[in-house]
C-alpha cells in the first residue's frame, strides 16, 4: 500500500511533495501503463477540483487514451483537435482557463470548465499527454502549470 501524506496548502510544497511522490512510485519500474495508471490515482487523489486526470498516448500519431481517473473519456483524439491535441501537435502546454471559449474543444465530461495539458516529451518525441480537468472556472495558475511540467518530466523518464 502506498500511503503519502500530500496536504500541503501553499502550492510551491504542494507539488514539490506531490513530485517527490512520484519519483517514489515510478522508482524501479518500467512498465509504462503501470506508472501512468500509478501517476493518474496519485494525481487525482492529491490536487484539489480536479475531475479528470490522465493521459492520451501518442500512438502512431493520434492521441489514445491510457490510465486516467474520472468519467470514461472519448477514446482517439487527432493531432491538432481539442486541448489535448493542440498540446500534441504543439509540443506546448495548454493552459486553458475556460474550455467553452476554446475552438474545436472536446467535451468529453460536461462538468469540465478548465483545462490543463502538458505534453510528455522524451529525446524530441512525444509520447503522450497529461490531462487535467476541472469543474472550476481558472482552475489551474503559473504554479499549476510549473509543478505538473515538472511531473511530466518526471514521467518523460518513466514510462
Ligand atoms: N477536453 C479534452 C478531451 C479529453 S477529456 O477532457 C478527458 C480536449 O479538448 O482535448
Given amino acids: 500500500m502506498y500511503d503519502f501524506k500530500i496536504a500541503a496548502t501553499d502550492k510551491?510544497?504542494?507539488?514539490?511533495?506531490?513530485?517527490a511522490a512520484l519519483e517514489a512510485l515510478v522508482a524501479g519500474e518500467r512498465d509504462e501503463i503501470a506508472n501512468m495508471a500509478n501517476?493518474?490515482?496519485?494525481?487525482?487523489?492529491?490536487l484539489p477540483d480536479l475531475n479528470w486526470t490522465g493521459f492520451y498516448r501518442n500512438v502512431g500519431g493520434e492521441l489514445v487514451v491510457g490510465p486516467f481517473q474520472g468519467r470514461p473519456a472519448c477514446i482517439r483524439i487527432p493531432f491538432g483537435t481539442g486541448v489535448c491535441g493542440a498540446a500534441a501537435a504543439s509540443l506546448e502546454v495548454q493552459r486553458v482557463d475556460d474550455v467553452?471559449?476554446?475552438?474545436?474543444?472536446?467535451?468529453?465530461?460536461?462538468?469540465?470548465?478548465?483545462?490543463?495539458?502538458?505534453p510528455i516529451v522524451r529525446d524530441g518525441?512525444?509520447?503522450?499527454?497529461?490531462?487535467?480537468?476541472?469543474?472550476?472556472?481558472?482552475?489551474?495558475?503559473?504554479?499549476?502549470?510549473?509543478?505538473?511540467?515538472?511531473?511530466?518530466?518526471?514521467?518523460?523518464?518513466?514510462?
Avoid: M, Q, W
Fill in 12 to 19: 510551491a510544497t504542494l507539488y514539490r511533495d506531490l513530485a
Fill in 39 to 46: 501517476a493518474a490515482a496519485l494525481i487525482f487523489e492529491s
Fill in 100 to 118: 467553452h471559449a476554446f475552438a474545436g474543444h472536446i467535451a468529453c465530461d460536461a462538468a469540465s470548465n478548465s483545462e490543463l495539458v502538458v
Fill in 125 to 159: 518525441v512525444l509520447l503522450a499527454v497529461l490531462d487535467l480537468d476541472s469543474p472550476n472556472r481558472a482552475r489551474f495558475d503559473a504554479e499549476d502549470e510549473a509543478g505538473c511540467v515538472a511531473l511530466g518530466e518526471i514521467l518523460a523518464r518513466a514510462i
